[in-house]
Each structure stands twice: as structure tokens, then as C-alpha cells.
């Protein structure tokens, strides 16, 4: 299990290990859940006021249907702690920032100058996401 | 005969193993048999070569004539504009 | 047209910064090339089959004579002193170096362009009509519509690792002049029966290995849920689209194998939840894009004559001027096929004359079509014949448009290492088969599209005659198809048997015009005839 490298988050990390959707249902005390990129993350809806971890898988970089089922759950309302873990590289911290990631849990790890360089980059965003940055639109009109 | 052929990273070129580097010419290709993929794994490895491949070609009174008509136009340019081959000696023809 | 504010100028400024990193840290050795990929190809870079190709971003084909002037001057500064203009309305560059390419983007960001996503599985270039802004049928002018898409789409964090590669086209008339059923998204700008204006969305179209025509998914979208529907399109397919077999990784696939209905079921709900979350830009935002795209200051009463009396002359304005929704003007396209010449290609020095072309003639303004050639799209009619000369004295005056001169072609295993055989002879042979004007014009409309492998950027499928080249057993050959049609009436070509050689198929496409010559009735083109007579005669002509 890769080590969480990076975490945007003021609380107390979370200790559980995350149990895999396909199990969630059944263990009534978890608060950590792991989803895979083809598993459908508005299975936790009913389950979002008890669950503070869930860490999405990215097996490789390029599939990228966790960018979906994190902004799934930070639309849905959910404000606990959304990891990204596997394939997780510089370049894509910033698309995974946005889409509501505040935890990287990196397969290998990270250059911490490069990290830092790709997060800061983008002084503006063109469009709405999940992280509440105000949209270059929004900006024009007020 | 096996030749490993690849890129370089900054320039683009397609370059050539010649058994102690890579060149842009094919003429200079050498016949890296079962060492080819170890090459190919060592020199990517270093960073000396780029997508690099093997492909079979053989000998031939012109030079060294890949086995397949894409390689064969990969080492010649493109044949709709052989002024912009390495080779000036380039003909169409030589790719079929 | 469009011109960037601070806000736009930063993102491009910033995005040739965050390229220049990439590039430093994989010639550095802290990436691997499977890592850096993705990113190159998101700024338009490709490894090529002789060297890394740079594809550059026109906007849906729109670009003014400053953005043309520096493409030329890029192809002399970075490359070998000519670009090739694609069917995707974009521009092409062949041997670029990747150390080059950062500074290339710069170069492009200085005059408002880029080559964003151009490549990658992720929204590419949105086309559009290339007479937009010219054309009397259209309801509007679409590219405000494309330009809203295209802010959207830009870095859009959720969308940049999708199955595969995304297509979207924006029209708004009924003539469909962009191809736009066979997009991945196409959208046409209608007006429903209250009279507002709104979008209509045709989703799951596309050419390839399987190609498709969009069916229409939603028939009236309001212009302020546009950002929002789309959205959810695109969901649908990041989540969805097959991930297993890049062959069958396109939305078309997903449309097909949920079924239109289901696919729309699913969209509507993603739509519906879309609609709560506050993610379209208030119209305020379109309204400040549109007044870009107001009409030029046309000369009020500008003559509507035509000196016609040089022949030559009177031959191109015939083939390549389409009227103007403006008296007095007209709409005239620049053939980059000349006979014998490699479609869509042209020369730094070429370009550069077009760039000042369109800044003398055609309000500095210029379009590529996805037929590979070039458009000044508002010209007096007073202007049209120093036009035409100084068009002439650079080898871009060949009327050809829309004739079976017209040839569009991709680049072919000359160039790319994804064909199965060349594509560009094969063009240039049928280009002096029928380089005698009089039988081009005797032959009247017939679109020829050659694609050198089943990924089809030659748009074969879509060819009244289409051309596909494949691999037979290490031989290149080729398969010819007929009927195929990309307006309104979309059709896919059906292929005629066996494949030919090389010199084959040429025979064979003169064959086939020869059958419809002998064939047609009156004012039929070629496509009537074939859609009247059928695939068995034109058999029969070529196989005996």
C-alpha cells in the first residue's frame, strides 16, 4: 500500500484501512472505502455522513474515470478526505486537485519541487469543477 | 538480418544501432541478432535512443533494405519529397 | 473574430511555461517517455514516422493574416519551409524538434494560437463551417457557439484522460458544410418553434474502423444549459466508453451498444444533476463572445458586377467563389490541390502570400476547410481579379473546388506511421489522369478522399468516391468505395470488390467516372447517378 505523499487536509488522516466497494455494504463500521476505476461511486451516496476516507484507484495514468467518481462525491456533497492512489504523477495532480483529490497516495514517489510547481501553476481555470475555484467566466461577469 | 532502430529524444531524427552508437544513415546499420532486444533495452535505458524498435532487413547490393515497405520509406524520407532525404541518390522506386 | 483578453492570454502563456517543464524534465531523464506521451501529444506533438510533427490548433478554421504570417514563418524558422493543412481544419508541421517545440508554442502564443489538445484522448480541435460568418442559409454565425466549447473543453481536468480521442463539430445551417454527423458531438444552431435559439445535439458519429452517423440524442438544447449538456455527454463517455480495445474506445461505440435511447437516458440524468451544480457560464458570457464575430465593415453599396472577360479568371470565380450574404462580395476559396501537387500542403512563402491576400482583400481574415484548402471569406467583387492574378503568379489559383481535382487526402504512410500505404501518389496520379479542365468540369461535383489506413483522417468513407489504402501482404493496394456523402444527407461509402494496385485504382476511378458520364441523366452529379443506378453497373465496369 503506497504511502500518502501529499495531503491537502487540516484533520487527523485516517487510520482504517479502506474496504473495497464490492465489501462496503456489508461492514456497517467502515469509514474508509477504496473504488476502482469501473465501480460507480453513487454506490456510497446513501453512506456519505459515515464514510471519511475513500480512495480512488488510477491502475494507470491514462484511465480516467476517477476524475469522474471524485467529482461524483464532491457534488454529492461529500467532505471527507478523497484520495488519489496508484499511477498518480506530477502532471496529473493538478486535474486531480480540481476534481476534489486532496490526498495523493503516489505508487512511486513524487519530486516534492515538481509537485509543487504543477499545484501552483494555473493562476486562473476555465472551467467550474470541484474544488471551487471561480471559473475565468465568472471572473469576467462577476 | 535484426537492426534496432529508434529516435532521438531531442531532435526527432531516426537513427540507426551501428554497434557502437547511433547513426541517421542506415548505411551504417549493423546486424544485432539476439542482442537486439538488450540493445534496445540498454540504450533506452541510457536515454541514447528513443522508441526504439527492431525490424528485419537485409543486405543488398543498394544497402540495407528493410524487410517492410513502412520501414523502408521511414529510412528513406518521404517519397512524395525526396528532396528532403538524406539520401540523394533517393528514388520512389526504391521502396517497393 | 475572436481576440483573447488577459484571462485567455495567460492560459496560453502559462501553458507553453508548463510544456517548456515537461519537455526539461523528460530530456532530464525524470520521465519516461510512456509518461510523457500523453503530455506531448496534448500539445500537439506526435513521434512521427520521420521525426516529430507538430499539429497547431485553428480554432474552427478561423485564423486572421498575423496567426497565417507566423505559421509560414514558423515553417521556415523550425521546419522545412512548408506546413500541410489538415482535414480537421488544423496545420501540420513535419520535422519539428521536441527541444524546438516549446519555443514553437511560444511563437504561436504571441499571436493568440496554440496547439492544445490536438492530440491525446481528450476534446480536440471543434470545427465548424468555414463559410460561417459568409453564408446566407445560417442562422447565426457558429463560431461564438465553438468558441464558448472550445474555453470549456481547454484543460478541462475531468476530461483529459478519456477513452480515446473527441471530435465536435458546431454548424448552424441546414447545409451541412463541417461534416457535422460525423463528429463525435455534432451540434447545429437551431431555432425551435417559440423562436429561440438553441442547440441540437447528434452524438456518436465518427469514421474509423466503424463508421457511423450521429443519431440525434437532443433536438432543442437552450443556449444557457449548452455547457451543462455537453458536460454530461462527456461524463457519460469517461465513464463508459470502452476501455478495453482502443478499436472499439470511441463514443460511437457506446451509442451503439447501449442503444441511442439508453445512452440519452443516461445523459438526461447526469444532465439533470449537472443543471444543480452551477457549471454554465451566465449568458453575459456569450453575449461578450458574439460581438467578435459581427460582420466586417462592408462597403455599402459595393458593385455586384464581374469583369468576366478574361476566361482564366472567369473559370476560377465558376469553381472557386461561392455568393456572399453581402452584395457585392463573394466568398472565395484558394485550392491547395494543384495538379499533380500534394493536397493541402504549401509552402512557407505561399502562406505568407495568402496571410497578406486576406489582409488586403478579405478583412484579414482567413478559414481552413476540412477539405485542405483555404477561404477568404469576404471579398468585393471589385477585388476578386487582382485577387485571382496575384493567386495565379503563385501557382494557388487551380479551379478545382469541389471537382474530381479537388482531391482531399491524409498524409499516408509517406508521412505517418499509423498508414498501411501512401496516399499521396495516389492523389497526385488521379490529379493528372484529370488534370484537362474540360473534363473536370465535365465531370462536375465529385469530393475524392483518399485515406491510407482504416483511420480514415482522409474522410474516405465520406467520398463520393473513396479510396482506402491497406496492406496486402506487405504490397501496398487499394480498396475503392462509392456513394459515400457528408452534408445533410450523410451516407457512407460502399466498397466496390477487390481491391487495385497503385496505378490500379486510378484506371479504376476513371472507369467509374467514365460509367457515370455514359450513365447520367440531366443535372444528375455523380452522386445522383450513383444513388439512381447502384453499386451492380459501376461492378460490372470495373471487375467485368
Known sequence: MAEVQLRFRDDAPVSDPAVPLSSFGETSNAAAVRIEPGEDARALLPHLDRIRLVEVTFPAFTDGRGYSSARILREAGYTGELRAAGDVLVDQLGHMRRCGFDSFAPAQPLDADDARNALERWADVYQAAADGRAPIWQKRHG | MKIVTGNDLKSGDVTWWTGSGWSRHIADAVDAGDEAEAILARESAAQRVNAAYVIDAERTADGIRPAHIKERIRALGPTVRLDLSLDPTATPERVL | ?544
Not at chain 3, 138 to 145: F, G
Not at chain 3, 453 to 462: K, P
Open chain 3, 1 to 544: 473574430m475572436y481576440k483573447y483578453d488577459q484571462y485567455d492570454q495567460a492560459m496560453v502563456d502559462t501553458r507553453v511555461a508548463e510544456f517548456r517543464d515537461q519537455t526539461a524534465r523528460r530530456i532530464a531523464g525524470k520521465m519516461t517517455e510512456d509518461q510523457f506521451k500523453p503530455l506531448r501529444l496534448q500539445n500537439g506533438l506526435y513521434l512521427q514516422l520521420h521525426a516529430y510533427m507538430l499539429r497547431v490548433a485553428v480554432p474552427y478554421g478561423t485564423l486572421n493574416s498575423a496567426q497565417m504570417r507566423v505559421l509560414g514563418d514558423i515553417a521556415d524558422k523550425y521546419d522545412r519551409g512548408y506546413g500541410h493543412f489538415t482535414t480537421r481544419q488544423n496545420i501540420q508541421y513535419n520535422w519539428i524538434k521536441l527541444e524546438d517545440a516549446p519555443d514553437i508554442l511560444a511563437d504561436l502564443a504571441k499571436v493568440e494560437m496554440h496547439a492544445i489538445q490536438t492530440s491525446g484522448n481528450c476534446i480536440r480541435n471543434i470545427s465548424s463551417d468555414q463559410f460561417a460568418g459568409a453564408a446566407a442559409d445560417e442562422l447565426v454565425d457558429p463560431r461564438p457557439y465553438a468558441e464558448l466549447l472550445r474555453q470549456w473543453s481547454s484543460f478541462h481536468p475531468e476530461f483529459l484522460a478519456l477513452p480515446r480521442k473527441f471530435k465536435i463539430a458546431v454548424i448552424a445551417s441546414d447545409t451541412d458544410r463541417a461534416a457535422m454527423r460525423l463528429h463525435d458531438i455534432g451540434i447545429q444552431i437551431v431555432k425551435n418553434a417559440s423562436g429561440e435559439i438553441g442547440a441540437a445535439f447528434y452524438v456518436g458519429g465518427g469514421m474509423g474502423r466503424t463508421p457511423m452517423i450521429a443519431p440525434l440524442i437532443k433536438d432543442f438544447v437552450p443556449l444557457d444549459q449548452l455547457i451543462t449538456y455537453s458536460e454530461a455527454c462527456l461524463r457519460v463517455y469517461n465513464r463508459y466508453g470502452r476501455r478495453d480495445n482502443k478499436y472499439k474506445a470511441r463514443i460511437k461505440i457506446l451509442v451503439h451498444e447501449l442503444g441511442k435511447e439508453e445512452y440519452t437516458r443516461q445523459v438526461e440524468e447526469e444532465f439533470a444533476h449537472l443543471l444543480t451544480q452551477g457549471i454554465e457560464p451566465p449568458l453575459a458570457e456569450l453575449e461578450r463572445i458574439i460581438p467578435y464575430f459581427a460582420d466586417p465593415a462592408y462597403e455599402a453599396g459595393a458593385s455586384d458586377e464581374l469583369d468576366r472577360s478574361d476566361p482564366d479568371f472567369a473559370l476560377w470565380v465558376d469553381h472557386n467563389c461561392h455568393a456572399h450574404k453581402q452584395p457585392g462580395y463573394m466568398v472565395a476559396t484558394i485550392s491547395l490541390k494543384p495538379v499533380g501537387g500534394i493536397p493541402g500542403d504549401a509552402s512557407a512563402d505561399q502562406i505568407r502570400l495568402m496571410a497578406d491576400l486576406a489582409k488586403q482583400y478579405s478583412f484579414d481574415e482567413l478559414r481552413v476547410t476540412h477539405a485542405q484548402n483555404i477561404v477568404l471569406p469576404h471579398v468585393k467583387k471589385s477585388d476578386l481579379y487582382t485577387l485571382w492574378q496575384s493567386l495565379d503568379a503563385a501557382g494557388l489559383s487551380t479551379p478545382n473546388l469541389d471537382s474530381i481535382g479537388d482531391i482531399i487526402a491524409c498524409p499516408g504512410l509517406d508521412y505517418c506511421s499509423l498508414a498501411n500505404a501512401r496516399s499521396i501518389p495516389v492523389a497526385q496520379k488521379i490529379s493528372e489522369r484529370f488534370a484537362a479542365q474540360d473534363k473536370l468540369d465535365t465531370i462536375g461535383e465529385l469530393k475524392l478522399k483518399i485515406s491510407g489506413c482504416i483511420n480514415a483522417c482522409g474522410h474516405h468513407h465520406a467520398g463520393h468516391i473513396g479510396i482506402l489504402g491497406v496492406d496486402r501482404k506487405g504490397t501496398e493496394n487499394y480498396q475503392l468505395s462509392l456513394g459515400g456523402c457528408e452534408g445533410a444527407d450523410t451516407s457512407l461509402g460502399t466498397i466496390t470488390g477487390p481491391g487495385f494496385s497503385e496505378d490500379g485504382v486510378v484506371d479504376a476511378v476513371e472507369k467509374v467516372t467514365d460509367l457515370y458520364l455514359s450513365e447520367r441523366k440531366d443535372g444528375e452529379r455523380f452522386l445522383d447517378t450513383y444513388r439512381r443506378i447502384g453499386m451492380a453497373p459501376f461492378k460490372e465496369a470495373l471487375y467485368g
